[in-house]
């Protein structure tokens, strides 16, 4: 393999031009030789050498690279760059290697062009690559060029060729040298200013041995003995093309999580580890001061109550013998006598006699003696240990607050936010958050003493106000990280705790969001803290009826959850409360930029305001929607509507907003950047998808009812047709895969496929009425949803899916028919042409249907509707040829009797005149033939009165 050397510019280029030029010795052939031989004396030439000498036996072979042209000087700079570097060098054995001294046989080489020649230099630091100096400026090139040119013509070929005697010379002495030197250096084809110069240089510029490293290792014998495989190219035709044509337009897609993250950078279910890290190194506090004096005082409170229950007993005891000191003893004394009247009379007296009973007095006295003792020695003596401990409860209290200036006037001045010193808040909000830890630790026991309960509440009360007003939203989270790991009925007193503000606080929204995090989540460790609060623990505080256990069950009637575990959990009512405690309102007021004063102002909104809005709105429906997972269980079904509701309501919200958005910015004509309308109704769609994605895991919740108030106004139809079909699949367990792979037109030909409904079928059969009425009701709501660039196709399908299930179908039409007529009633309502769709399946299926089909008909606005000749001809079919008491008759006559053969708002005709005359002829041709003969003139002579 060839090694690449780095020649040594040129001093002068001057100093290489020609002084003389020759006359043609040769003939054309020869000279034609000459100019392939001679090379433009370019710099980038001379970084590319383009001629290989080999030397085998004894011929000499010149091997060039590419063949240039005779008017070789008259190249551009780019074309002398394409010369590939691998079709340059030569193989190792091949190699000519050179001999340091000057050649002594076939004479010296003298210069054909003056004296100064260059001679090659090497660097041995330098690359492998063939690389030489370029020149400073252009001129050189050129004057290179121009003296390579004069060359290429005038030059005989005995000043660039070596006679055949000399050649041999070099030859045997680069075998000498070969032997005595195996590992000789192998030097590059060596290329110097000009191909003419290299033939004629003195011996007295000898060549240098170039050091250099190889460019390539060497390839194994049989990899280089290989020749490369030839591949057959087939040719293009004219038709065919060489690339693949580019879509005019490019697809849209939405943004990915991650890729909003970048315009709503708030990880806030990422920050819930580490801000339970925290809570935990700050939540176990036995070991603190304070919680040692509020242990005193609880066990001082109760020894009271032990003393207090004592003095009870003893009191009752001293009632007991009391009642046994004295002895009552009925006596009754007769009396008899006669009296001035000789008559005899007769008197008697009862009374009660008492005696003392000796023994119960002995017994009395000890009681009285043992009561005294206990209430003067053991009952004061608690109740004064437990004031005092109460006292230093409180004086621990005071001197916390009072160490510190900014919690003693935060303390002091409740009304506002005390001003905070950096130096002392750190330390003095650790103590303070420790002690408010330590409250909340005797929160989770079970107590019986209400005064104690009362004060730790008050306490408790007491320093969380004050971390209220001087701490941050991180100590925010740490009480509500408090709260969530509290005993249920914690709303009763720990929903003042929960205060967040969104206006007017620079991190209102950090705070809301990072809240709504916590709740949302799972709570973590709750049966560790609630460790004092198993059941075994407890007492029962009643007996009786109501004082059993209760279980809850599904509707299925299986037990929903565990009852071993089930008293760790908070109650609903907790739950609902501290939701409450949310501003969800001012938290859309600050999305929706409403101003100070409250100005709603949506014409000004950017294309990045309205990204950043939908990133947002993204960020608040997928908290929620963890909350639809953490709390999917039967006793919390209407703290989950709540949650459903805050989705339908962010949608709605954004909605309008976006609605608003596109009617000021849809015809100005201007190009919105960074964000077209296009892409950013894309990621409106992905947003709503995601919503409804989440709603649909949630069943058997009730939380499907607000999926039928969801704004799909506002979406695209493209959108619409792809919600439409993933509602067919709810029961599918890879929703999600599902919705990322499909493509509105699979779900447009899907979902008119006949088998399509036979799996509806069996879908609906799965779900109880309650969802498959809120099903059936969203779609009615898609369907009549937009009012502009509607799709007949979406909206067809839609009530012709209605229709299968309320009237076709047996196993569903008795359940249906009442909920599918009204649903009906309000999409022709909206759109009145798509009782023309429901006439024709009616007409095919009016053998199935029967009398139920006059009923639907009472229910649609015919007045709204304008029918087609081919509908009016269908109408005379049934009315003419069929009887007064078959289906189709009636069916003609209720439709006939509900048109608006009236005047429109233009006072114009409802119906054309045409119609108006057909008609008429059509019901006197029936009143001929079927009511004319008769006394009866039945609904159609009245309806021909009143027309």
Excluded at 212 to 228: D, F, M, S, T
Aim: with cysteine; net charge negative.
């Amino acid at each position: 393999m060839a090694e690449a050397v780095k020649p040594q510019r040129r001093a002068k280029a001057k100093a290489s031009r020609t002084k003389t030029k020759e006359k043609k010795k040769y003939e054309t052939p020869q000279r034609e030789e000459s100019s392939e031989v001679s090379l433009p004396k370019t710099s980038r030439e001379q970084e590319i050498p383009s001629l290989a000498c080999e030397f085998k036996g004894d011929h000499l072979k010149v091997v060039t690279d590419s063949q240039l042209q005779d008017d070789a000087s008259g190249q551009n700079e780019s074309e002398m760059f394409d010369v590939p570097l691998t079709s340059l060098t030569i193989s190792n054995e091949e190699s000519l290697t050179c001999n340091t001294e000057p050649p002594k046989e076939g004479g010296e080489a003298r210069p054909c062009v003056g004296d100064s020649a260059v001679t090659p230099k090497v660097h041995p630091g330098d690359n492998v690559g063939t690389k030489v100096e370029t020149p400073k400026n252009f001129t050189e090139v050129e004057e290179n060029m121009s003296v390579q040119g004069g060359l290429s013509e005038s030059a005989p070929q005995s000043n660039f060729s070596y006679t055949q005697p000399a050649m041999e010379n070099i030859q045997v002495r680069e075998t000498q040298n070969s032997k005595e030197d195996k590992q000789g250096l192998v030097c590059s084809s060596e290329v110097p200013q000009n191909v003419g110069l290299q033939s004629s240089c003195p011996a007295k510029h000898g060549f240098q041995t170039p050091r250099v490293k190889k460019l390539y290792p060497q390839l194994p014998a049989e990899i280089a003995g290989e020749a490369p495989a030839l591949v057959a190219v087939k040719p293009l035709l004219r038709s065919e093309r060489l690339y693949p044509e580019l879509p005019s337009q490019l697809e849209l897609v939405p943004f990915t999580k991650e890729q909003l993250k970048i315009l709503e950078p708030g990880s806030w279910l990422e920050n819930v580890e580490s801000y339970l890290e925290e809570f935990d190194s700050m939540a176990h506090q036995d070991r603190h001061e304070f919680y040692e004096l509020l242990l005193n005082y609880s066990r001082c409170r109760k020894q009271l109550l032990l003393a207090e229950a004592e003095l009870l007993t003893l009191t009752s005891d001293c009632q007991n013998a009391k009642s046994r000191l004295w002895q009552f003893k009925e006596e009754q004394m007769s009396v008899q006598g006669i009296c001035a009247d000789q008559v005899k009379v007769f008197s008697y007296h009862r009374y009660q006699r008492v005696e003392m009973n000796e023994n119960a007095l002995v017994e009395l006295k000890k009681l009285f003696d043992a009561k005294s003792e206990h209430l003067h020695q053991t009952l004061a003596l608690h109740s004064y240990t437990s004031v005092l401990s109460r006292l230093q409860v409180e004086s621990y209290i005071y001197a916390l607050l009072s160490s510190s200036a900014v919690l003693r006037s935060s303390a002091i001045h409740q009304q506002g936010r005390a001003s905070k010193q950096t130096e002392s808040i750190p330390s003095d909000l650790c103590q303070l958050k420790e002690c408010i830890s330590v409250l909340f630790m005797f929160t989770r026991r079970v107590n019986e003493d209400t005064q104690f309960h009362d004060d730790i509440l008050l306490w408790l009360q007491k320093l969380v106000s004050v971390l209220q007003r001087v701490g941050c939203p991180g100590d925010h989270l740490f009480l509500l990280n408090h709260i969530l790991r509290c005993p249920a009925g914690v709303s009763k007193w720990a929903v003042p705790f929960i205060q967040i503000k969104v206006l007017h606080n620079p991190s209102g929204v950090f705070h809301f969001m990072q809240s709504l995090a916590l709740l949302m989540s799972p709570v973590k460790n709750r049966a560790e803290f609630m460790c004092h609060m198993k059941p075994s623990e407890r007492k029962p505080s009643s007996s009786g009826p109501g004082s059993g256990t209760w279980t809850l069950v599904d509707e299925g009637g299986e037990e929903d959850e565990d009852p071993e575990t089930s008293w760790i959990l908070l109650n609903e009512d907790d739950l609902v409360t501290i939701l409450a405690q949310f501003p969800f309102h001012e938290l859309f007021q600050h999305l929706l930029g409403f101003k100070a004063k409250g100005d709603y102002l949506p014409e000004t909104t950017r294309p990045q305001e309205m990204m950043k809005i939908f990133a947002f709105a993204n960020s608040l429906v997928e908290l929620l929607a963890v909350g639809l997972e953490t709390f999917n269980r039967a006793r919390y079904r209407q703290f989950v509507k709540r949650i459903g509701y805050m989705i339908r309501m962010t949608l709605g919200y954004v909605s309008d907003h976006w609605a608003q958005y596109v009617s000021h910015n849809q015809g100005s004509g201007l190009a919105q950047q960074p964000y077209s309308m296009e892409k950013l109704q894309v990621e409106f769609d992905e947003l709503f998808l995601r919503a409804v994605l989440h709603v649909l895991k949630a069943k058997r919740l009730g939380i499907w009812l607000f999926m039928s108030e969801m704004p799909f106004g506002t979406l695209s139809v493209q959108m619409l047709w792809k919600l439409f079909y993933l509602m067919h699949q709810v029961e599918s367990e890879n929703l999600q895969q599902l919705s990322s792979s499909l493509q509105p037109a699979q779900c447009k030909q899907q979902l008119q496929d006949p088998e399509h409904f036979t799996n509806f079928e069996k879908c609906l059969s799965s779900m109880n009425s309650s969802e498959e009425i809120c099903l059936l009701t969203t779609f009615a709501q898609m369907a009549q949803a937009r009012r502009t660039n509607v799709d007949e196709d979406f909206i067809k399908i839609i009530v012709l899916e209605i229709y299968e299930v309320s009237y076709v179908t047996l196993s569903t039409r008795e359940t249906f028919s009442k909920v599918g007529r009204e649903l009906l009633g309000t999409i022709t309502a909206v759109h009145p042409e798509i009782i023309s769709v429901l006439l024709d399946r009616v007409q095919e299926t009016i053998d199935q249907v029967g009398m139920v089909s006059l009923y639907l008909f009472k229910e649609l606005p015919l007045y709204l509707w304008q029918p087609s000749a081919s509908e009016i001809a269908v109408i005379r079919d049934w009315l003419l040829n069929y009887n007064l008491t078959v289906v189709k008759n009636k069916l003609a006559c209720v439709i006939l009797e509900g048109l608006n053969w009236g005047f429109a708002k233009q006072a114009t005709l409802h119906l054309d005149q045409a119609v108006h005359a057909e008609v008429a002829l059509m019901v006197l041709e029936a009143y001929q033939k079927y009511l004319a003969q008769k006394p009866y003139a039945g609904i159609l002579s009245e309806s021909m009165k009143q027309h």
